[in-house]
């Protein structure tokens, strides 16, 4: 299994603070924030080694970062040919490029470069290993006014699979959200580049899962416990807070 994380957006909400600095390497308590999703690969025997996608424009400073960093699994960094925002992949088209140049071919864990969760993420494999299908990680917001616009929206049946799913939807049909944590399987992975050839965007990950489900079985696994989704100025102080407070 791969382990894959996201970091080639330009974070353009968060401007002045994201002009030289990659979202992912902001700093929330002592450590920037892709270091905490790497601790949650760590321990994950089935994840031999691990992908890193950025930009051009950040290039230097990942790979400055990776000097320092002390990580026990290989980990590679894949440099998407872009500078500025206007012309960023999206986070499908990101996911195609690193399936393509790293030749993946097998199932993987694709997380979003400024998640912050407190989800023992071996739970989301014991989950993908008893369904044996793609599964998301969900969390219910329990406020749909904070869902608005804002995040992929999901309703599940009984058995937990995903029939229902609303990207940044102006009325929410749920408070049930994508976390942008997603384990993929190898056959569902290759269905991106077919998704791409028919002229899908290739902006929003959630635009893809939407159309993914019509063609095969996806399940949802809900957690409790902290979750931030660092797309702002007001979440990156809440996440702040919290890990300085030692509250995650």
Not at 171 to 179: K, V, W, Y
């Amino acid at each position: 299994m791969k382990g894959v994380v996201l970091c080639a957006g330009y974070a353009k909400r968060m401007w002045p603070l994201t002009l030289e600095t990659p979202k992912p390497l902001l700093p929330v308590g002592e450590k920037p924030i892709v270091e905490y999703i790497l601790e949650r690969l760590r321990d994950i025997e089935e994840i031999k080694d691990v992908v890193i996608s950025t930009n051009l424009r950040f290039e230097d400073k990942f790979k400055e970062w990776l000097t320092y960093l002390r990580f026990p699994k290989p980990i590679r960094l894949l440099i998407e040919e872009t500078r500025e925002e206007k012309k960023k992949l999206g986070s499908v088209g990101s996911l195609n490029f690193i399936i393509n140049k790293a030749e993946i071919d097998e199932d993987s864990l694709v997380i979003g470069g400024d998640n912050l969760f407190d989800f023992d993420l071996r739970n989301l494999i014991s989950f993908f290993k008893e369904k044996k299908k793609t599964c998301l990680l969900l969390y219910d917001m329990k406020d749909k006014d904070r869902v608005k616009k804002k995040y992929g929206v999901l309703e599940l049946d009984n058995t937990g699979r995903i029939i229902e799913f609303q990207e940044k939807p102006e009325e929410p049909n749920s408070t049930l959200i994508s976390t942008a944590c997603y384990l993929f399987t190898r056959d569902d992975l290759r269905l991106i580049k077919r998704y791409l050839e028919e002229g899908n965007s290739p902006d929003q990950m959630g635009f893809f899962i939407s159309w993914l489900k019509d063609r095969s079985r996806i399940y949802g696994l809900k957690f409790e416990g902290s979750w931030f989704d660092i797309g702002s100025f007001e979440e990156y102080d809440r996440a702040k807070e919290a890990y300085g407070k030692g509250l995650v």
